[in-house]
């Protein structure tokens, strides 16, 4: 995960980015990506909760290469 912290303190995240990473058969690439849309989408409460708070964001790298993501997100270095 990669994050913003405030300027001042108290030093607080202000913005998250998570990266999932999965490796499999590519005909399961698209269940991962859909598993994680509807988690951030609204199944997974913490993230729910989180969001609330802050912007947070996602991308899915799958086999090593880019697979998907929060269409808001920006790209994050590695």
Same mark, same amino acid.
């Given at each position: 995960?990669?994050?913003? *912290? ?10 998250? +980015?998570?990266?999932?990473?999965? &490796?499999?058969? *590519?005909?399961?690439?698209? !269940?991962?990506?859909?598993? $994680? ?5 609204? $199944?997974?409460?913490?993230? $729910?909760? $989180?969001? +609330? ?6 991308? *899915?790298?799958?086999?090593? +290469?880019? !697979?998907?993501?929060?269409? +808001?997100? &920006?790209?994050?270095?590695?």
């Amino acid at each position: 995960m990669v994050g913003e *912290l405030s300027k001042q303190p108290p030093w607080v995240c202000t913005a998250a +980015h998570v990266v999932f990473e999965a &490796t499999g058969a *590519l005909a399961d690439e698209e !269940a991962v990506r859909t598993a $994680i849309e509807r988690s951030q989408g609204g $199944i997974c409460g913490v993230s $729910i909760m $989180i969001k +609330h708070g802050m912007p947070v964001t996602w991308e *899915l790298h799958y086999n090593g +290469h880019v !697979a998907g993501g929060d269409p +808001h997100a &920006t790209p994050q270095a590695p």
